[in-house]
Structures are given as structure tokens and as C-alpha cells.
T-cell receptor, first 111, second 114 residues
Framework: DGGITQSPKYLFRKEGQNVTLSCEQN?????MYWYRQDPGQGLRLIYY???????QKGDIAEGYSVSREKKESFPLTVTSAQKNPTAFYLC??????????FGSGTRLTVV | AQSVTQPDIHITVSEGASLELRCNYS??????LFWYVQSPGQGLQLLLK??????LVQGIKGFEAEFKRSQSSFNLRKPSVHWSDAAEYFC????????????FGRGTSLIVHP
């Protein structure tokens, strides 16, 4: 079955450490997105990519980086510059404007 | 800039009762409109979407939504709620006309009493 796979489901980061969240899709969707979800704040866009080798900053890109070397993959790196990274991270993909398909999320906690 | 308001943070209903979740948007033209549902610890699932045409849209799991241009609203309804409908519901609005970057509301948490 087609879908989006996010891994790991849970991730723990030490202070000053970079971590990478994986997002893979086999839906042949051109566009991919990363959102951050905090309680009571809905979803906030971090980065998005509409074609391979191109990506754009969203509303809260500071402290994050991405790459889009393959259509299927859109990994997110949470760098040490992100001072408050504890959150639930959601990856999504979209075939133009037909609505998103979301992954099941990665919960990142700073320890 | 577009904005989406979900006025109710929490909604509590009894199982079998009807449900209406409110969504209002701010935008001059007709946007693309979406409703998503999120179970605890999971990603979001698309319930239904409106682009144009018939203003009453049918979705999955027995949900429907009605676009009312005069009220800038896109309220989600279900005639009879089941306990499994307890979840977080998000309205989203896309006015980008091609960039496909929707703005999400803050969500409404649905609690279902037996």
C-alpha cells in the first residue's frame, strides 16, 4: 500500500546535538512538507519542497534544515540552533492541490 | 493573509447525538477548504475537501461539510456521533492558488460521552 513512513516514532536529543528525522513516501507525490505540532497551536510549517532539489522555508524554519535529493525522501534535521525542539513532527505529501497525506509523526524530546 | 478560526477548543457530545464543528476563514475569494482528523499520537487524515461546485461536501466516516460563502464558513457535521469519533479535528484553508500551502486552524478536540 502507498503511504508515508516517518521514522523513528520517538527520538531523544541531547543538548547541542543534531538529529535527523526521516520521511519517505511511495505515492509518487511531487510536493512534500514538514510541520511542527505543539499542544494548542495547531500545525506550523517548517519547510516544504515542490520538486526535487528545491525547497522553501516555511513559517518557522530557523534551527532546521532539509534536503530533497530524491522524490521519495525529505529528511528534516533539527540542529543545535533550535532552542526548543521538543514537539511532534509531521511529514506530509501532496499531489498538487488534492489535500495532504500525512505520516504518523515523530515525537522528539530533549533530554 | 489568509487565516482560519476554529472557535471551539473543546466540544463534548453524547454518543448518538449530532455534531457540528465550526470553521471560519478570512480571505477575499473562495479558497480551497479541508477538514482533517487526528487521533492521539497519529498523523492527520483527510476527511473531505471543497474546491468548487456543490457547497455540501460528503467525506469519509459519515462526515459532511457545507461551504457558506456569505458567512465565510465551512462547518463540519455528522448526524450521529460514535465513540470512535473522539479525536482532534483541524480545518485548513488554501488560498495560494497553486502553491498548495494551506493554513491550519488550531483544532477542536471532540470528546464523546457514552
Amino acid at each position: 500500500d502507498g503511504g508515508i513512513t516517518q521514522s523513528p516514532k520517538y527520538l531523544f536529543r541531547k543538548e547541542g546535538q543534531n538529529v535527523t528525522l526521516s520521511c519517505e513516501q511511495n505515492l509518487n507525490h511531487d510536493a512534500m512538507y514538514w510541520y511542527r505540532q505543539d499542544p494548542g497551536q495547531g500545525l506550523r510549517l517548517i519547510y516544504y519542497s515542490q520538486i526535487v532539489n528545491d525547497f522553501q522555508k516555511g513559517d518557522i524554519a530557523e534551527g532546521y534544515s532539509v534536503s530533497r535529493e530524491k522524490k521519495e525522501s525529505f529528511p528534516l534535521t533539527v540542529t543545535s540552533a533550535q532552542k526548543n525542539p521538543t514537539a511532534f513532527y509531521l511529514c506530509a505529501s501532496s499531489p498538487a492541490n488534492y489535500g495532504y497525506t500525512f505520516g504518523s509523526g515523530t515525537r522528539l524530546t530533549v533530554v | 493573509a489568509q487565516s482560519v478560526t476554529q472557535p471551539d477548543i473543546h466540544i463534548t457530545v453524547s454518543e448518538g447525538a449530532s455534531l457540528e464543528l465550526r470553521c471560519n476563514y478570512s480571505y477575499g475569494a473562495t479558497p480551497y477548504l479541508f477538514w482533517y482528523v487526528q487521533s492521539p499520537g497519529q498523523g492527520l487524515q483527510l476527511l473531505l475537501k471543497y474546491f468548487s461546485g456543490d457547497t455540501l461536501v460528503q467525506g469519509i466516516k459519515g462526515f459532511e461539510a457545507e461551504f457558506k460563502r456569505s458567512q465565510s464558513s465551512f462547518n463540519l457535521r455528522k448526524p450521529s456521533v460514535h465513540w470512535s469519533d473522539a479525536a482532534e479535528y483541524f480545518c485548513a484553508v488554501d488560498t495560494s492558488g497553486g502553491s498548495y500551502i494551506p493554513t491550519f486552524g488550531r483544532g477542536t478536540s471532540l470528546i464523546v460521552h457514552p
